[in-house]
């Protein structure tokens, strides 16, 4: 389903649980805007915020952005959480029209939930007929968690367009960037984003994700270490990791609270890079790109590469976007909008 009418804007809305993030993108990817919306503190701790703050967040994006709810052609949203699934699969070779079916029965030995309350999706990877084999990406997420996801666009009066699982808009960025750098390894490409409660890890061979991984591991799990270590408030807190002048390498209190933290998201890569070479090839020398508010810390690219033994950099794909008067500047953290907005801009 497409909103509005026209050659009006596609939108990527993200709905984090620090941020509500917006990406709009014309016809063609000629003309690119966004704004971010920080959800106020008293509704992000605990319970989540209600459909009508965030749609009011989502309504003030749109506003700066010059745009209204209805003035899409559409809006894409992603929804994340620990029962989101993305994950490639083989199912004897079949016509289009008996994947559904076929693909429900086979998801009952991959999924750790009741079918019954998921809702499925899928992409045809490749066809193999003379072994009688396909290959398909699946993406399932609980109803519960759709709905959810859809409530605040609902309380402005609109529909999403597209709902997209979190890990897969991610690799559209990643594929989107990397297509316009000649320089860029075509084959193996990794992103990590890291969010306010949790990251994810995806891997994509030739343009299509084959691995996607969520981590319990968040920006405020950093926040949490630096208030601990220094006695400071979590606003305070906060408010060193969020500064442009604070850096991982720095001697105080903050830092080494900091990187101490960070210990634990490294080794949790690099328990996901061996899992996956028992499955896969990963090249021994690959790149690992970073992206989400907590990637904008100074030196968190660098000690994650020292603790995986691997080359780590910021991934910010709006760079260069425009900007106005009452637009914030692009940074990592517009990484899942934008592939979102991709999605049928």
């Known amino acids: 389903m497409r909103l509005g009418l026209g050659s009006g804007p596609w939108a990527g809305l993200d709905i984090g649980s620090y941020s509500v993030k917006l990406v709009t993108l014309v016809p063609g990817g000629s003309r690119l805007r966004h704004a971010e919306a920080i959800i106020p503190r008293g509704t992000s701790n605990g319970e989540p915020p209600s459909p009508a703050i965030l749609a009011g967040l989502i309504d003030d994006c749109m506003s700066r952005t010059d745009q209204s709810p209805r003035g899409f052609r559409g809006i894409s949203v992603a929804v994340s959480g620990p029962d989101v699934i993305v994950k490639q699969i083989t199912l004897p070779f079949m016509d289009e029209s008996e994947i559904p079916g076929a693909l429900r029965f086979e998801a009952r030995k991959h999924l750790p939930f009741d079918i019954e309350s998921m809702v499925l999706d899928h992409q045809v990877l490749g066809r193999n007929a ?3 084999k396909m290959d398909l990406l ?3 997420v609980s109803q519960a968690r759709l709905d959810r996801a859809l409530a605040p666009l609902r309380e402005l009066g609109v529909e999403a367009g597209i709902v997209d699982a979190a890990p897969l808009a991610l690799a559209n960025a990643l594929a989107q960037s990397a297509a316009r750098d000649a320089t860029d390894d075509p084959g193996v490409r990794l992103l990590l984003d890291v969010g306010h409660r949790e990251s994810w890890l995806s891997l994509s061979h030739e343009g299509h994700p084959l691995f996607t991984r969520r981590l319990a591991w968040g920006g405020e799990r950093l926040t949490a270490a630096v208030a601990e270590a220094t006695g400071a408030s979590i606003e305070n807190a906060e408010a060193w990791k969020m500064d442009a002048g604070s850096s991982l390498t720095q001697s105080g209190p903050e830092a080494a609270a900091a990187r101490a933290a960070v210990e634990s998201l490294g080794e949790e890569l690099r ?4 899992f996956y070479r028992t ?3 990963l090249p ?4 690992l790109r970073l992206s989400g508010g907590t990637a904008r810390l100074a030196g968190l690219a660098e000690r994650l590469g020292e603790i995986v033994g691997a080359h780590v950099s910021a991934f910010s794909p709006l760079d260069g976007s425009e900007r106005g008067p ?3 500047a692009g940074g990592p953290q517009y990484a899942q909008a934008y592939g979102l907005a991709l999605r049928a801009a």
């Open 271 to 274: 328990r996901s890079f061996a």
């Open 130 to 132: 003379s072994e009688r």
């Open 138 to 140: 699946l993406a399932t």
């Open 326 to 328: 009452r637009l914030t």
């Open 279 to 281: 499955i896969a090839e």
């Open 284 to 287: 021994e020398l690959f790149t």
